[in-house]
C-alpha cells in the first residue's frame, strides 16, 4: 500500500488541470496513490484527467470518481477524498495550484522524522497570470523559523490566531496525517472556511510543522475563492467564523470576534451597521448584542477624535 494518498478534488479548471497533473507526476517522492474526484465539472476537466492518465500510465490511481451532479462546495470532495483513503499521509492538491518537485519529499520526511506533529505545511506563492502577487511569507514572520528550514511548533501558537487569521493561506501547502478516527462531518459543511476548521481539529491535540520554503503556488484567477471573497461581502465569512467559536467553544473570543467585525466588514459596509444577523450565530448570540453596539459606539467615537 502506498505511504499517502493525493486528493484531486477537480471542478471546472480545465486551463490549469495539465500544470497540476504534471506537477504531481514530476514529484521526487513516488510513494503515493491518486484520488480524483470531479464535482460534475462544465467544461472538458473530465476529458483532460482521462486524457492525461492514458497518456501516463504510471500515475497510480485508486479512485476516478465524477459525481453525478454538482455539490455546491469543494470540501464535499476533501470529505470524500479522506473517507476513502487508506494511507497514513494525505495531501489535498488543489486543481488549480501546482508545486516544486521535492514538495512531497520535503513535507513527509518532516512528518516521518516528527511523530508529534499531525501536518506540516510549506511557504507559498500566490501567483497571477504567470507573475509572483503575494507571499505568503508576511504571515509566517513570527514562527521565527529560518528560510529553507522547518520547525516543530505547539498547537498553541497556531490556535490562538483562530479563526481570524491563519498561519496556511492555501490547503495545497499541507501534509497530513490521516486521523485514526473519523473526521466530523460539520466540519466540511462551510462553503468558505472549512479549512480552518479541519486544520483546528488536527491540530488540537498535536503540534504542527511549517517549512520556511515557497514550495507552493497558489492560482489566483477569477473562479478561485479569493476572486470571490474580493467581489462580495463578507458576511458568510463571519457566519462560518461564528460556527468556528461554537464548535470549538472559544467563549473567550467573543469580543475578539465583535471588533474584527466591525473593523473588517462594518467599516466598509456602514449602511450594514445594523445587521448582526453573525453576532447572533454565536451560541450566545442574543447575550452580546449590547456588547456590539457598545463596542461600535466606542469605535465610532474614536473614528470622530481621530479625525
Not at 506537477?23 to 510513494?31: A, C, G, M, V
Not at 500510465?57 to 470540501?75: A, L, Q
Not at 474580493?230 to 461554537?246: C, D, F, T
Not at 449602511?271 to 453573525?278: A, D, T
Amino acid at each position: 500500500m502506498a505511504k499517502l494518498s493525493i486528493i484531486l478534488p477537480s471542478y471546472n479548471h480545465a486551463a490549469f488541470l495539465k500544470d497540476r497533473l504534471e506537477s504531481i507526476s514530476n514529484q521526487t517522492y513516488k510513494d503515493w496513490e491518486a484520488i480524483i474526484i470531479d464535482d460534475k465539472s462544465t467544461d472538458n476537466s473530465v476529458q483532460i484527467i482521462t486524457d492525461f492518465l492514458n497518456s501516463n500510465p504510471d500515475f497510480k490511481v485508486r479512485h476516478f470518481i465524477v459525481n453525478e451532479s454538482n455539490s455546491c462546495s469543494g470540501y464535499f470532495s476533501w470529505q470524500k477524498g479522506i473517507e476513502l483513503a487508506k494511507t497514513p499521509y494525505i495531501w489535498i492538491a488543489e486543481t488549480d495550484d501546482y508545486s516544486e518537485p521535492n514538495f512531497l519529499e520535503e513535507l513527509v520526511n518532516i512528518l516521518e522524522v516528527n511523530d508529534t506533529a499531525s501536518l506540516a505545511f510549506c511557504s507559498s506563492k500566490y501567483v497571477e497570470n504567470g507573475a509572483v502577487i503575494y507571499d505568503s511569507a508576511n504571515r509566517t514572520k513570527d514562527l521565527n523559523t529560518p528560510e529553507g528550514e522547518y520547525r516543530i511548533i505547539d498547537k498553541e501558537v497556531f490556535l490562538k490566531q483562530m479563526p481570524f487569521d491563519t498561519y496556511i493561506t492555501n490547503g495545497s501547502s499541507v501534509v497530513f496525517r490521516k486521523p485514526e478516527t473519523e473526521i466530523p462531518a460539520v466540519l466540511f459543511q462551510n462553503r468558505l472556511c472549512s479549512d480552518i476548521f479541519l486544520w483546528s481539529y488536527l491540530v488540537q491535540n498535536s503540534s504542527f510543522a511549517f517549512l520556511n520554503k515557497n514550495l507552493n503556488f497558489f492560482r489566483r484567477h477569477e473562479g478561485s475563492t479569493s476572486s470571490y471573497l474580493q467581489k462580495n461581502k463578507l458576511e458568510s465569512v463571519y457566519h462560518e467564523k461564528a460556527g468556528y467559536l461554537n464548535y470549538f467553544g472559544q467563549t473567550e473570543k467573543y469580543g475578539q470576534f465583535i471588533d474584527h467585525y466591525i473593523k473588517n466588514y462594518i467599516r466598509t459596509n456602514k449602511k450594514e451597521f445594523l445587521n448582526i444577523s453573525s453576532i447572533q450565530k454565536i451560541q450566545s448570540g442574543k447575550k452580546l448584542r449590547g456588547l456590539y453596539f457598545y463596542k461600535l459606539a466606542q469605535f465610532i467615537i474614536s473614528k470622530i477624535l481621530n479625525k
